[in-house]
């Protein structure tokens, strides 16, 4: 077996290394401040007994599994606590192989690019679904794609990279296509809080022996590196998953489940309209401008991203390369998401710099 | 597939419903404290500035790899920061079992119950070397067993649960039969600063590609639920065991991380030797009430643990749970570690009340 370093961190090394200032809109990280009941979590962490700093539950604090439990209106005993989404999208789909039900992934096109590689790396294979222009899925698209071969349907919602947000009835249909095959949806949910559209739909709402939902506090409170994540699956596969856990990581870090259930408490719903408010701002700033550059654009209806297409400028390592030395700005080449996505580039919206970075190329593109 | 539920969770839960008082002696958690340094790292980290809250390098920080790299004096680039010894021993064993010689994994008996967890999670087989009662293990033994099947050879030392410490010829003889047989030696040393007898050799003192060390700092810093351990391959095998890292974990936690580094930079020699001194003292008083109880056992030369034998208590759950109930005293039923310890207990000396559980022990066996 052999993984490709993602392409991602090739442009992040060659951003670094380029001559000149440069804008990076590359990666999913925010740029905005954690709660401050997190920090506040954590340096009273440091203060606990000792016995506080020795394994937590291998699922979870057990507060902290309640507090996502009943956030989610599921059981407690169906939550397991992650290092990140990261973890909980392989605990899924590791958990969708076992179920022996066929070895396929079905994934969308463009495809955050972490999926094929899982799916790889677990001896399964993958195919996928293009969606429209817009990051649209159709079910029947899907359903048409399924087989007894479908293991698991994994989506993201809202998307990364397309900032599409699938309707209830999309999400809906997903799961009954997953029941029909007898697979598993997978659906990872990680940019929830920052649906723009007021149309996100968890898969959650269709009550099913056949879906599983993956998370993290990661991007919610702008903490990709302290790395709390969950995955809720049905009761039915959840004791499999929880061993697998368990071998793989033993537990998710203690302190930082502490903090983030301080922040889950005392966090109020400001803090997550602040960051809404302030991503709407960025989307604006940066579609004006690619306006002005006569670029063809998609408006974000949820998660961080605004995918673009320059005449001309094609969606390769190349292009991105030449704008960070032309212009010093710097995103992702779409050919790092699929197929469907080759002419395009994405632009993270996690930088002060935004209006900047869109002044730039509308500059350049002038 | 399908794991079962550790034991040790059984007899944990068993302990906390019993109707009496009970001295834990079940889990290898420490009960000492951290490094300050540890704690003040944490302090600090928390008011870092925000984008110090997002991923660090998927395999580590640079800084925490350089300094992790010069004490074990091999390549920074050789070292994956990991979620513990748990994930390190994971990726250990999946990359063994990556290099496609073979699919077996040669343990020994007793063993670490999670090794052969993990091997069957990931799809390998395992089979046992016994050691001698003392828990030596003879690199011939280990020769013996192996085959052109063999993926890898998996051992503890300082060992869990027989307190063994393999000698430097044991490590060097291990690494020659990995090489002999194109497999891949793996030794996990996350007891090395509780080596009590001086005589404790690493893997990484004879120069191989055919050898993993696995390490963390839960035990030696006395922070289990931190999560921060690692792994040192050759840099023939490194790269794919990077890529599986970030497709299963992205990263692991940054403040323990931040912490962890802080922690290795300020922590003095006194400090592990203290907990050493602590160690000695307990190991010295609970094998005297073992005389007293007129018990066989294992004085350690290294680890937190030392095994025990009743006349007519058989290493069972039942006897187990016996002894919570009559004795007060919660240990470890040998069999949980193999076939070779079905008539011991272990007990693991990581309570303040040793003293205590010893006289119960002496007691109740008079």
Redesign the interface.
Known sequence: ??????LFFQVMAYADAADRDVIDMV?G??????PAAL??G??E???LE???????PSDGLRELREEIAARRGVDADQVVVT??A??AN?LAMARAL?RERGREFLLTDPVYP?YP??AT?L?GTHSSVATDDEGRLRPEDVRAAASAETAAIVVTTPNNPTGAVYPAETMRELVAVAEEYDAVLISDEVYDHYDLSGRFASALETDSTHRIVTNAFSKSM??????VGYAIFPPELVA?AR??H???????????QY?VLQALRETGPEYYERNRELLRDRVDTFTDALDAAGAEYTTPSGSFYVMARFDGYPGTLETVERLIDEAGVAGMPGEAFGDSRTDWLRFALVSPRVEEAAERLATYFD
């Open positions: 077996m052999n993984y490709e370093t993602p990666s990280t925010p740029d905005w401040e954690p920090r506040s954590l340096r962490y440091a203060d000792s016995d506080r700093f020795q394994y937590p290092n990140g990261g973890e392989y076992e972490y590689g899982k790396m001896g702008a903490i990709t590196g302290v790395r499999n061993s697998r368990m071998l793989v990581t033993v537990a998710t870090t203690r302190p930082g903090a």
